[in-house]
């Protein structure tokens, strides 16, 4: 148990749906993150937030979009995937930006149909 | 980004020490070395991190080459729950919030 949760565990949508990512961090960090770890591939920056305010989007289709509501709280909304989006979205918190140290969620494993 | 290079695979016994190699021959000064982990169906987990000199914690150790173009990371009684994907990551001290996962060393124990 890191302190950083994600909800569903699990995914399957059709590429017409729209459905959101949820993670919720209970360490009271200020930065968080989104990584995708497709199969055989190594894990991928997507977006990350320092104290709500979104401070990269590493090149990513607008299919996906984040939501940082709060410090504690990050969402990824999905809309239109593809089956290639099919992977494990990992969400991360650390204390600041540039803190040593990130503490993973368990991910979520989506499927696209 | 400097980058890293590992053995895709190493196996050990359980209760046996394991030496974990990395590779960062374009290693900059302000460098920092970490090692990250993922054991199946979980997210990464933090291991150890250094600069220059070897480090110690409860989870491991991580010895660092007097030239800093390779570090181990040294387990020192492997059990069966650290069988796992071990990454080795440079991370820049002034001004870089990313990790770069790389495809990482996957440790296989034998009971």
């Known amino acids: 148990e890191t302190g950083v949760t994600q909800t569903p565990r699990h995914l399957v949508m059709g590429m017409t749906n729209k459905k959101s990512l949820k993670c919720e961090q209970h360490l009271g960090h200020n930065a968080m993150y989104w990584y995708k770890q497709s199969a055989k591939k190594p894990l991928e920056l997507m977006f990350v937030y320092s104290l709500e305010e979104r401070v990269e989007n590493n090149s990513v289709p607008s299919r996906f979009s984040p939501e940082c509501p709060n410090s504690s709280h990050l969402f990824l909304h999905l809309h239109t995937l593809q089956p290639e989006d099919s992977a494990l979205y990992l969400c991360?918190?650390?204390?600041?930006?540039?803190?040593?140290?990130?503490?993973f969620g368990p991910g979520t494993r989506l499927t696209v149909l | 980004d400097a980058k890293t290079t590992q053995p895709n695979s190493m196996e050990s016994n359980e209760e046996e020490p394991v030496h974990l190699p990395c590779n960062h021959s374009t290693i900059s000064g302000t460098d920092y070395i970490h090692w990250y982990r993922q054991l199946p169906s979980q997210g990464p987990e933090y291991v150890i991190h250094g600069l220059t000199s070897n480090v110690n914690n409860r989870m491991a150790s991580l010895a660092i080459a007097e030239d800093r173009k390779s570090s181990t990371l040294i387990l020192h009684r492997a059990t069966l729950r650290d069988a796992a994907v071990y990454y080795c990551?440079?991370?820049?001290?002034?001004?870089?919030?990313?990790?770069?996962f790389g495809s990482g060393t996957r440790l296989l124990v034998r009971p």
């Open positions: 991360a918190s650390s204390q600041a930006l540039f803190t040593d140290t990130q503490y």
């Open positions: 990551i440079l991370r820049g001290m002034d001004s870089s919030y990313k990790l770069i």
